[in-house]
């Protein structure tokens, strides 16, 4: 219970308008209603340990503070940024004794993701035999972060990234909490909301700014901007919004969605991202998704990592961007991967076999005896530079792995193998009849 200089002292905005009722907390209602997956869970007064994964100011630590209170569950918050070992043996043996006297335990542990395996692993016999509902509140794919056991015994919730609708109605929270409306023009209103970025404490913190600033006449755009200082976008370099961003580039290049894939360039490098892990992923893309569709794709994607390694940032951005926009209005094909891919998986299962004797060196008396480079046909010597002679071991059929698309200039990669193909059944079949060529 809060002391009355407690009660007294000024409380931020967003901790006045924290939700006291669960039907209060916005943009969750996939896992809250009365037939989600936690509603359930509430209306049967039991609920399973949890983790609970999503962005800042999603909820997280409100969605367990009020199970709690739902379920008559001692609330106990710990921080894995400031707790430790210790701190949880304390934790569990209150929560025995308290198990003791017919009473559990919900234990709330906010960024569990920084606890090491040790500490995750201490949770397990506790978690395991009830003494302690676990809610763990993550903004980490769990899956990379928390130990599979531990995952194992907790049902993973993911919470949504605040939408417009979710943010306006804290806005109008925040609006009949101070008995006033916001000082912003329609358009800034909806400006201040994508500044929070999904994030519901921050979107209040600004309202609450701009409250105290109490200017003359509402703000538009460009006086918000001035007036509260800009978010930085939510974006991890080295976890997983950083593979996420990159894979949703690569994928609009390989869809040929050229906006789409500048739109994520400039996401990344919004965030910080190192341009040059940027321009090696486009090198990947060029010989990857467009290959000899356009083979000039990776000497653009070259000539953009060299622009950007001689001019640097903010310069050298624009030759990402140009790279950017001609690999996505390239023609795509992946037949040279899956040629490759092919290829490898065949020679894993043919093994050691020998290439045929006729395209081998005979640079010795004895390799000659054996037969070395008997019978080899060379190409130049033919009337269309094409002997049609066979490649591969004699003990291995055949095959073909490279099959050009119908598309760039694989379509006239495709016309000349189909003309080699043609050249090669007439001449097999010359010398199985013994004709000469």
């Not at 949770?123 to 990379?144: H, K, Q, R």
């Not at 969605?257 to 360039?265: S, V």
């Not at 940032?313 to 094909?333: D, F, M």
Request: with cysteine; glycine share 8%.
């Amino acid at each position: 219970m809060a002391t009355l200089f407690e009660a007294q002292a000024p409380r931020p905005l967003a901790d006045r308008l924290r939700p006291q009722r669960l039907e209060e907390v916005v943009g969750q209602d996939h896992l809250l209603k009365p037939d989600a997956p936690i509603g359930r869970m509430v209306a049967k007064g039991r609920l399973a340990s949890m983790i609970l994964w999503g962005p800042p100011g999603c909820g997280k630590t409100t969605i367990a503070r009020l199970l709690a209170e739902h379920t008559n569950l001692e609330f106990q918050p710990l921080s894995a940024v400031f707790s430790g070992v210790a701190d949880l043996r304390k934790v569990f043996d209150q929560a025995k004794k308290l198990r003791a006297a017919g009473r559990g335990t919900l234990l709330f542990v906010d960024e569990i993701h920084r606890f090491n395996r040790a500490q995750q692993d201490s949770f397990l016999p506790y978690v395991e035999d009830g003494t302690v509902i676990l809610i763990g509140a993550t903004t980490e794919n769990p899956s990379f972060e928390l130990n599979g056991a531990l995952l194992s015994r907790c049902q993973v919730f993911v919470l949504n990234r605040l939408d417009e609708a979710a943010l306006e109605a804290l806005l109008q929270r925040a609006e009949a909490e101070m008995a006033k409306p916001l000082p912003l023009v329609p358009e800034a209103r909806q400006a201040i909301k994508a500044m929070a970025d999904g994030d519901g404490r921050y979107v209040l913190n600004l309202a609450e700014e701009l409250f105290q600033l109490a200017p003359a006449a509402p703000l538009d755009t460009a006086a918000l901007v001035a007036a509260v200082q800009r978010r930085a976008p939510l974006y991890d370099k080295a976890q997983e919004g950083h593979y996420n961003l990159i894979s949703a580039l690569h994928k609009s290049l390989r869809g040929s969605d050229t906006d789409a894939a500048l739109y994520w360039l400039a996401r990344m490098l919004a965030g910080g991202e190192d341009p040059l892990y940027v321009a090696r992923r486009m090198v990947r893309f060029a010989v990857e998704d467009i290959g000899l569709a356009d083979p000039d794709a990776l000497h653009q994607a070259l000539a953009a990592w060299d622009t950007y390694e001689r001019l640097g940032s903010p310069e050298g951005e624009l030759a990402l961007a140009q790279c950017v926009i001609y690999l996505g209005t390239a023609p795509k094909s992946n037949a040279g991967y899956t040629a490759f891919g092919s290829a490898m998986r065949a020679a894993k299962e043919t093994g050691s076999l020998m290439p045929p004797k006729h395209i081998l060196n005979a640079p010795t008396r004895l390799m000659k005896q054996l037969g070395y480079g008997k019978g080899y046909a060379y190409d130049h010597d033919t009337a269309e530079g094409f002997s049609g002679q066979n490649y591969f071991p004699d003990e291995m059929e055949r095959r073909r792995f490279y099959e050009p698309v119908e598309r760039g200039f694989e379509r006239e990669i495709r016309k000349r193998l189909e003309y080699w193909d043609r050249l090669r059944a007439e001449k097999q079949g010359r010398d199985e009849r013994g004709e000469t060529t």
